[in-house]
């Protein structure tokens, strides 16, 4: 099977130690989720559970370890000892018919499915928070710069108004912007400090000195079909329920044909006269009859299991999987296109008219009110930008976690 760029991420995660980067330098999204591959405990427990099922795999397959039974004979009046020699195998029906072989099988898909199901959450988990991160620490900035930008308009407006061309009670209204977008910034600076210690649990190092890059992804694809496909591969959650159906309905049979067949043994033995003048071999085979024990105990247990992977996949029985896989890859490809114009299209043209308007205040070809209407719609749009982005990406990894595996993957 093809590896995929999660188990790639994986496995560099697992053979290389965290890089070392330097506090200036900006991280990418991709460099944190390779240090959140490292050291998240979520993908602790998930190779811990993983390797349960490997050990479950491992005790299904092996044979009882055999039985030998020697014995030393010797006749009552003379000389030298014999011997009585017995072999015996326990062997169960569903392993001369292949039940358990197939049972192992289908539980190696499942824990295999389940871990890289694991690993997808734990990607999109720290893409979600270094988003956040990310987003809060541009947003706290934009409040500080604005701050900062009306403290001088309001100075400008002062000057202004003292040469009479301004109303002096324009500065009122960047004075009042000043203060409030100061006490905005300390409440997102408040947030990006619970944010960053969530991100740093995930990762196991600091980000109160770090600088992010703004996530960048590819665009989401617009064939379904291709997405379909590729979703038919993946370890996403409706492929996981498929194979625990099938590993519960193999466990059942491994049940129902132990409970049927009686446990029997094959013998080989051999005996030999205190004399050594008589020797005897043979085989023959040892039953355990099903009388008191019909394996009943494994057989509610595998039944239970049965009913309630059945009834996990009953959840998803009227949802088409075509349906959904199109309706989230509009909605991630809509808003992917909606963050992308805010930030090529939407916010140049908007900075640029307030740099114009601002120049043409100076020249007193526009009053204070002007400059700060525009001012107020750059940063109500700058503010549109960021959630737009956040948008795209929690509609990305909705899209991703259906699929199962990452969008940038999909060829």
């Known amino acids: 099977m093809k590896k995929s760029i999660i188990w790639q991420l994986a496995i560099v995660a697992i053979l290389f130690s965290a890089p070392s980067y ?58 030298g000892t014999g011997t009585d020699l017995e072999f015996t195998q326990s062997l169960k029906f569903s392993q001369i018919s292949g039940a358990r072989g197939g049972y192992a099988q289908a539980l190696a898909n499942v824990a295999s499915m389940e871990q890289k199901y694991e690993i997808l959450q734990v990607i999109n988990e720290t893409t979600v928070l270094y988003t956040q991160v990310w987003l809060l620490s541009e947003r706290k900035k934009l409040y500080e710069n604005y701050a900062d930008d009306a403290d001088k308009m309001k100075k400008l407006v002062k000057e202004s108004s003292g040469q009479g061309q301004t109303s002096p009670a324009a500065s009122h209204l960047f004075s009042s912007d000043a203060a409030k977008l100061r006490a905005d910034a300390n409440a997102v600076d408040a947030e990006l400090r619970q944010v960053r210690t969530e991100l ?18 590819v665009a989401v694809p617009d064939n379904t079909e291709r997405l379909l496909a590729f979703a038919q591969t993946q370890s996403n959650l409706r492929n996981v329920i498929k194979n625990r159906i099938q590993a519960a309905e193999r466990r059942l049979n491994v049940a129902q044909q132990d409970a049927a067949m009686p446990e029997f043994g094959p013998r080989v033995f051999y005996s030999r006269s205190p004399n050594g003048d008589d020797q005897s071999y043979g085989i023959g085979v040892a039953l355990r009859i099903p009388l008191w024990n019909q394996n009943d105990a494994e057989r509610k247990r595998a039944n239970a299991e ?5 009834s996990e996949a009953d959840l998803y029985a009227g949802l088409p999987q075509q349906e959904v896989i199109g309706e989230l890859q509009q909605s ?12 090529d299209n939407i916010l140049p043209g908007y900075r640029k008219s307030y740099e114009l308007t601002r120049s043409m205040f100076r020249q007193g070809q526009a009053d204070a ?23 795209a990406v929690n509609a990305r990894g909705a899209l991703e976690v259906e699929l199962g595996g990452k969008i940038e993957e999909v060829r």
């Not at 795999?57 to 003379?78: F, H």
Request: glycine share 2%.
């Open 306 to 310: 049965l009913r309630q992977a059945r």
């Open 22 to 79: 330097a506090e200036t330098s900006a991280l990418t999204l991709d460099q944190v989720i390779k240090e959140s591959l490292q050291k998240n405990t979520s993908l602790f427990r998930a190779q811990r559970d993983f390797e349960d099922r490997m050990a479950d795999v491992t005790e299904t397959t092996l044979l009882d370890n055999p039985e030998l039974q020697i014995d030393a004979v010797r006749d009552k009046g003379e000389g």
């Open 332 to 343: 991630a490809s809509a808003l992917q296109s909606r963050a992308d114009s805010y930030f």
């Open 369 to 391: 009110l002007e400059v700060w209407q525009v001012r107020e719609k750059l940063l109500s749009s700058e503010n549109e930008a960021l959630d737009a982005l956040a948008q």
């Open 200 to 217: 740093a649990r995930l990762t196991g190092r600091s980000f109160q000195q770090a600088k992010l890059e703004r996530p960048a992804f």
